[in-house]
């Protein structure tokens, strides 16, 4: 049984590999190109399924972004860091999720951008009214390790 379950994680791994090889940049172009679709609403479950995918591809694929992808990121993180109502049903909350897988990949994105991008990017004001408006402690890390570095 160990051995079977050893195995199917390998498969998982090279399956994954293979996808971020040969699919990466288009994965992850088109999951952002969805986040700055203005003509459809994003939802959470879409944010959240979205946020994983990017995830999924900055760890595993070489990535060329660009500074409107990393805007967009921004965009969206700001979106969900924070919630209305009572958060004591589910921890983390959906909407936490999605803003913490966001604010977490921010470093790889932004050092995944070409030097030239990075240097008219402004997203100081933005990340910091991410930091100060979020009640979520993680996406606050990510946002502060984020900023200490730049």
């Not at 952002?32 to 995918?53: F, G, M, Y």
């Not at 990121?73 to 209305?84: G, K, L, P």
């Given at each position: 049984?160990?051995?079977c379950y050893s ?53 595993t694929a070489a ?88």
């Open positions: 049984m160990l051995l195995t199917s994680i390998a498969k998982k791994d090279e399956n994954l590999q293979f996808v971020a090889n040969d699919f990466g940049q288009n994965l992850f172009d088109k999951a952002v190109a969805r986040l700055a679709d203005h003509t459809s609403q994003i939802s959470l479950p879409d944010a959240v399924c979205i946020s994983n995918l990017v995830c999924t591809m900055v760890a990535l060329a972004v660009t500074a409107e992808q990393f805007k967009t990121i921004v965009d969206t993180a700001e979106d969900w860091c924070f919630e209305n109502g009572s958060r004591k049903s589910v921890v983390p909350t959906a909407s936490e999720e999605a803003a913490n897988n966001f604010t977490r990949v921010l470093r790889r994105v932004f050092d995944s951008m070409p030097a030239e991008e990075t240097s008219d990017l402004d997203s100081n004001t933005q990340l910091k009214n991410i930091f100060e408006k979020t009640e979520f402690s993680t996406v606050q890390s990510n946002v502060d390790a984020f900023m200490a570095s730049n």
